[in-house]
């Protein structure tokens, strides 16, 4: 079927680059600097919406361990993560702990061709640097579709007689 299309088996963006979007945190570009005043050492919980009609984001703030405490509006255990992946209309709720001048907020779009930085600062003005992008992830069939949609499929395209249970267990018993 990939071979029948004009795209990369790893293409999952319908758009994408640099000059195509122009991303926003709280409505404003990196260059206009949202910028949020904070105390050194007081946690702090913010919530990311992410309101992009198709665009997924791995967002970070370099220096911090980021607590996700809820998503989709609701509580999570608590979990420690260095930065998270997210969806379109998904919401995370963190805790993050600013112990510097300043910290940035960055967010990368999944493919790589553009980002968004702002700033969560102890003093007014400051701003701490924007980290450079991270390399590009390529994804299998399975990240993109799920292994259990691809495996949905198996029945109709490979093994017609076989149920979905022991399509599951062939899989994972070899």
């Keep these: 079927m990939w071979n029948q299309m004009r795209m990369m088996p790893t ?7 640099e000059t195509t979007f122009t991303y926003l945190m709280n409505g404003k570009t990196t ?5 949020q005043l904070v105390k050194a050492g007081q946690p702090v919980k913010l919530r990311f919406i992410n309101g992009s009609a198709q665009t997924i984001f791995d967002v970070r703030i370099p220096g911090l361990k980021i607590k996700v405490v809820g998503t989709d509006g609701n ?3 608590p979990v420690d993560v260095d930065d998270f992946r997210i969806g379109v209309a998904e919401t995370y709720d963190v805790i993050v702990t600013p112990t510097r001048d300043a910290h940035t907020i960055f967010a990368q779009n999944i493919d790589r061709t553009g980002f968004v930085a702002t700033t969560l600062a102890t003093k007014r003005g400051a701003r701490a640097a924007i980290p450079a992008m991270d390399d590009v992830e390529w ?3 399975s990240d993109m579709m799920g ?5 949905a499929m ?6 017609p ?3 979905l249970r022991q399509i599951c ?3 994972v018993h070899g």
């Design 154 to 159: 198996i029945p109709v395209m490979l093994r």
């Design 31 to 35: 260059a206009a600097n949202w910028s």
């Design 169 to 171: 267990a062939s899989i």
């Design 11 to 17: 293409d999952f963006t319908d758009l994408s680059g």
């Design 147 to 151: 292994l259990w949609v691809l495996m």
């Design 139 to 141: 994804l299998t069939m």
């Design 161 to 163: 007689n076989m149920t």
């Design 75 to 77: 509580d999570v255990a």
